[in-house]
């Protein structure tokens, strides 16, 4: 499958089946519950989620991550 720039995704050229969407952020925030607040390359910010059962894998501030969003995950992105 081509790789696809995240501003050019659509509903008809977007990855289909069981692929999840990944990106890399850095961490600028902490969280209640083992949230963190995320920059994308483009500067956006967002709030992640912890990824259930990894209490192992302790990203701080600084730290740079994957976030990942599957398809039909109600609860929105996740760290990975």
């Not at 995704?9 to 209640?32: E, F, Q, R, W, Y």
């Not at 600084?62 to 990942?68: F, L, M, N, P, S």
């Amino acid at each position: 499958m081509p790789r696809i720039k995240l501003h050019e995704l659509t509903a008809k050229n977007a990855p289909s089946g069981d692929n999840p969407i990944s990106m890399v952020a850095h961490v600028i925030g902490l969280l209640p519950q083992g949230g963190r607040r995320v920059r994308l390359s483009n500067n956006h910010e967002m709030d992640v989620l912890r990824e259930g059962g990894r209490s192992a894998e302790v990203s701080l501030i600084g730290d740079i991550v994957t976030i990942t969003l599957a398809p039909g995950q109600v609860h929105g992105w996740r760290l990975a």
